[in-house]
């Protein structure tokens, strides 16, 4: 099976600007997490989307959004960038339905976003 | 409020020594705890995981040591090789929490 992708891999905007992210999950996968990820912080939960609804929210403002479409791809916005937004933005799959803890999250290259 | 804590931020070993990583949670609801391996460019991967009904997980080199008195677990990697340098992740689970917590990763580096 091919692994979840994302793209662009590589984004440079400027502050103010909005910017929108693609993940594709593994093929069969329902549940699509996205992850900000930086060096002081590590890995920050954003939200996570299951059968097209927003199942769990993580503690980021309104400025990021998400959604995901019908055949499980999702799409992340972040609108009116800041410097502080510069991060790693990480998608993860997981067959999970259930919502069971014991679900491997299998995650994308990721996005670098680098706001100027 | 950080709910799993990890040291330390970096570590760097000879080729051939161990390397130990700790993390510390305060959930005591938490049921499932991965270990997740990062290399450049990559995003992470599951390496290992294990559940609180058991103080001792191995899988090759890595083997993961839980103490579940004291809310702590800690990822050994016996015989470290320069191909295990990476950013290593450790997170839990459970407890109507579904959604992994990470910790804050630690950046090992091996030296050949």
């Known amino acids: 099976k091919a692994g979840v992708t994302q793209t662009p891999r590589y984004l440079i905007k400027t502050r103010g600007q909005q910017v929108t992210l693609s993940c594709s999950p593994i093929?069969?996968?329902?549940?699509v997490s996205w992850y900000q990820q930086t060096p002081g912080q590590g890995l920050q939960f954003l939200f996570e989307y299951f059968s097209e609804t927003q199942r769990n929210k993580g503690n980021f403002p309104g400025r990021f959004s998400g959604r995901q479409f019908s055949n499980s791809r999702s799409e992340m916005n972040v609108s009116t960038l800041e410097l502080g937004d510069s991060a790693l933005y990480l998608c993860?799959?997981?067959?999970?339905?259930?919502?069971?803890?014991?679900?491997?999250?299998?995650f994308g290259p990721g996005t670098r976003l680098t706001v100027l | 409020q950080q709910q799993v804590k990890q040291s330390p931020q970096s570590l760097i070993v000879q080729k051939g020594g161990i390397s130990i990583i700790n993390c510390a949670y305060e959930n005591t609801a938490f049921d499932y705890f991965p270990w997740y391996q990062q290399f450049p460019g990559k995003g992470p991967a599951l390496l290992i995981a294990i559940r609180p009904d058991v103080s001792e997980k191995k899988e090759g080199r890595f083997t993961i040591s839980f103490n579940k008195s004291a809310k702590q677990f800690s990822l050994h990697i016996m015989d470290s090789q320069p191909g295990d340098s990476a950013t290593y992740f450790c997170a839990a689970s459970g407890g109507g929490s579904y959604i992994p917590t990470f910790g804050r990763g630690t950046s090992l580096i091996v030296h050949p």
């Open positions: 093929s069969g996968h329902r549940s």
């Open positions: 993860a799959s997981s067959s999970s339905g259930g919502r069971i803890s014991t679900d491997t999250q299998y």
